[in-house]
């Protein structure tokens, strides 16, 4: 895959973090009683964050597989690109820990909507390190 359709199809990843952002305030962001949609917005916001991990990773394989073959082909990563990647990691890495924390660490859940948003502005940031960068090159 090259690096134009990769930022196409990373734009899916930015619509599903925003997403999760979205219904996560809408349950978690309110004073009150939970809106009578809560359970089916708790339910999406589970559905989809799997289906942000398994979009992430897959993503994450394509980027691997592009710096291998610019590595076979002589080309050095420059400076943006080893931030990308080590922003990439290290948001995989919260990602896990956000997951840890409802799963198993329960004394540790006040620190899961901070670690939310932390993936949200991660998301955008590394989006608009390569994505961006890409679209406004064309």
């Known amino acids: 895959m090259d690096p134009v359709t990769k930022t196409y199809v990373s ?10 952002f979205w219904a996560a305030m809408r349950i978690f962001g309110r004073k009150g009683q939970p809106g009578k949609y809560s ?13 942000f991990a398994v979009y992430f990773v ?4 394509v980027c691997v597989d592009l ?8 080309r050095t990563l420059d400076s943006r690109a080893v931030i990308h990647a ?8 919260v990602f896990l820990v956000k997951i840890s924390f409802i799963r198993m660490y329960r ?4 620190y899961v909507p901070m670690l939310g948003i932390c993936l949200v502005v991660g998301t955008l940031v590394l989006w608009g390190l390569a994505g ?7």
């Open 67 to 74: 710096m291998d073959r610019l590595a076979d082909a002589g």
């Open 11 to 20: 734009i899916g990843l930015v619509v599903l973090a925003a997403f999760e």
């Open 58 to 61: 897959w993503i994450a394989w």
């Open 86 to 93: 080590t922003l990439a990691m290290t948001l995989f890495g």
């Open 39 to 51: 359970p089916l917005l708790l339910r999406l916001h589970r559905i989809f964050g799997y289906l």
């Open 107 to 110: 004394n540790y859940r006040p």
């Open 132 to 138: 961006w960068m890409f679209l406004i090159l064309l």
